[in-house]
Structure formats: structure tokens, C-alpha cells
């Protein structure tokens, strides 16, 4: 029989040779069976004592049992031993099929997400309101910022003077926007959630972005608000929105802390126009402001814009301070303030 001191040293070997192998569990395994028949020699290999002594008489019981039994045990852990390494090797084959359909589904899902970025911008750029009560007069306007914006859409916002390079114009058209920026501002309450109609190309959604908690900027083109959607895609606080409903009733109410529109209702109807307004001012939270421009029929510049225009199809709608202090009122706003700077009337409102 095993002494103590050969029961430690076994053990200890079997552990050193477990901790030898601390790869895979087929390694791990090897060795546990490595160790099992290492037991076996070693009783095996028990020191033979007097054939006159008992221990000899048990030590040879021992041994020829050891000797019955052996081999069956061996076979059988070599049996067990191939099974698991087929199976390993089958697993293996199942980890490289996975592996593969793992990639391809993968590859779906990115080709998903393209899809549904994709689509959330086709709904950004096309999306149909509850309502869609698009009048069939806005149809040609419509048309026309759709064909602007395939040619040249900062020139058909803000025209160039004839002393002005590209270079300056570019600058003059940025200083605009910040200038305009800071004109809304100064009638707000600060970082305000605001309403924006009409962005373009973004000349006063850019600036207004960084006074701005979030800003929801509507376009009735679907090509101009892709330009749009490209001119703000690094502003996070920035959402496009093409509609078909100027009465806005997709709108939370009471929602909005400040409205603007630069440049854009001087291409509305009247109609049109006045309904914004009402659209407007349900979306605004009580006391919060709305900040316009229109042109100004009634001052020396605004009669000579007029004047340049008015035999050409530009879809452009001049006003009086008259008109606008009536759409004003009946649209329900509590107060306002109108403000001629050359040929743009601003009107300053209050729900």
C-alpha cells in the first residue's frame, strides 16, 4: 500500500501536472487522465515485501486486481478520451458554421441599420403629416425650391451684390446669420426649445444652434430640407422635418419657448401665411415669442424689390404693416411689435 508520504507526493504531482496544462479543457482533461494511470503505477510499483509477511499477501491481492482491472479502465478512458476529442472536433466545426452565420447576420444588421438610416432620412425628407392639407397654390412653390435647391440654393436665399466676390459673399452671408441670430435672441428667454420654419441652407439654424436647447426646423421641400439636413448633420440639438401641413397640427402644443422664420414667409401666400401663424402660436407655450421678417411694401426698398420681381415667376409675396399687425391679431396673439429695417419688415409677437 501507499505510504503518506508517497499518497503526498502523488497528489502533488497530479496537481503540478494540472496546473501545467492550463490551456483547454481537452488539455485539462489529458492530464487528469494522465494522472489517473500515473496512480496506477505507482501502486503498481509498491515495494515487494517477504513472502513470509501479510502485507506481501495483500500487496499481491492489490496487484492482480490492479492488473484485472487496468487495462478495461484504459481502454475505457481512451474510448471516452476519442469521443470527447470528436466531439471538440465537431464543436469546432459547429464554432467555424457559427462563426460564419454569426458574420452574415451581421452583415444583415448592417445592412438594417443602412436601411433604416436611410429611411429615417427619406422620412425626413418626404414625411406626410396626419393632415396633409397642403394647398394646390403652394404646389409651384414647391417646385421651385426643389429646383433651387439642385442649383444654387445660398444664392437663391440671399442674392449677391454685384461689388461682392464669392469670397465676401460667403462671409456677408455667415455675418448675416449670426447678426439675425442674435437679433432673435435678444427677445427670448435663454436656451430655449425653439420652432424654426423654413432653415435653407441653415444660415440662422447654424447660429441659433448654440443658443438653443433643440431646435425643430420645418421645410415644405423635400430636396431643400436634404440640403438642410446636410448643412446641420454635425449640430446634435438640430432635427429636419419636411411637412405638408401649414396648420401645423402634428405639433405638440404649448411646447415650443421661442418660433422664428427668416426669409421664408415672403414666399407664402397670404392664406398660407396666416395659417402658420395659427399653427404657430397653439405650438408656443404661453408668454413664449415668435420672431418673423417679411418684405415691406410700403418702404422705398421694399417697393424697389418689388418693382425687380415683379414680371418674373419668382414665388415671392410682399406685405404692409397693416396686414401683418391683422394677422397678428386674429391669430390670437396677446401682444407685438413691428420694426422696419430697410425693405424687411420684423415682427416681434407674443402668445
Not at 414667409?265 to 404657430?280: P, S
Request: a negative charge.
Amino acid at each position: 500500500m501507499p505510504t503518506e508520504v508517497q499518497t503526498s507526493k502523488l497528489e502533488a504531482d497530479q496537481r503540478a501536472s494540472a496546473q501545467s496544462h492550463p490551456g483547454t479543457d481537452m488539455e485539462a482533461l489529458d492530464t487528469e487522465i494522465a494522472a489517473g494511470l500515473n496512480a496506477h503505477q505507482h501502486v503498481n510499483q509498491l515495494t515487494v515485501e517477504s513472502e513470509f509477511s501479510p502485507r506481501y499477501w495483500l500487496q499481491k491481492v492489490i496487484r492482480r486486481a490492479l492488473a484485472w482491472y487496468t487495462p478495461p479502465i484504459q481502454l475505457f478512458q481512451r474510448a471516452i478520451l476519442g469521443a470527447l476529442q470528436r466531439t471538440a472536433t465537431t464543436l469546432q466545426a459547429h464554432e467555424a458554421t457559427l462563426a460564419e452565420h454569426t458574420s452574415a447576420v451581421q452583415q444583415l444588421r448592417d445592412g438594417q441599420t443602412s436601411l433604416l438610416e436611410k429611411f429615417d432620412l427619406f422620412r425626413r425628407t418626404v414625411q406626410l403629416t396626419t393632415s396633409s392639407k397642403l394647398l394646390r397654390e403652394n404646389d409651384r412653390v414647391v417646385e421651385y425650391w426643389n429646383q433651387a435647391a439642385e442649383s444654387d440654393p445660398t444664392r437663391e436665399t440671399v442674392t449677391q451684390r454685384s461689388d461682392e466676390t464669392d469670397e465676401e459673399y460667403q462671409e456677408n452671408w455667415k455675418k448675416v446669420g449670426a447678426y439675425v441670430a442674435d437679433k432673435i435672441m435678444s427677445y427670448s428667454r435663454p436656451n430655449p426649445v425653439a420652432l424654426e420654419i423654413g432653415p435653407g441652407m441653415g444660415r440662422i439654424t447654424v447660429p441659433m444652434s448654440g443658443y438653443c436647447k433643440s431646435i425643430t426646423a420645418l421645410d415644405i421641400s423635400p430636396v431643400m430640407g436634404a440640403r438642410a439636413q446636410a448643412a446641420t448633420a454635425h449640430l446634435t440639438n438640430v432635427e429636419i422635418q419636411i411637412i405638408t401641413d401649414e396648420d401645423l397640427i402634428f405639433l405638440p402644443s404649448d411646447h415650443f419657448d421661442l418660433a422664428y422664420a427668416i426669409a421664408c414667409f415672403q414666399h407664402a401666400d397670404k392664406k398660407t401665411f396666416y395659417r402658420y401663424l395659427e399653427g404657430i402660436r397653439r405650438a408656443l407655450k404661453p408668454g413664449a415669442v415668435l420672431f418673423f421678417g417679411v418684405l415691406d411694401l410700403c418702404t422705398e426698398p421694399g417697393w424697389g424689390h418689388f418693382e425687380a420681381i415683379v414680371r418674373n415667376d419668382y414665388p415671392e409675396f410682399f406685405h404692409t404693416p397693416d396686414e401683418v399687425s391683422a394677422y397678428l391679431k386674429h391669430a390670437g396673439y396677446s401682444s407685438y411689435e413691428l420694426v422696419n429695417e430697410g425693405e424687411t419688415l420684423w415682427a416681434i409677437a407674443r402668445r
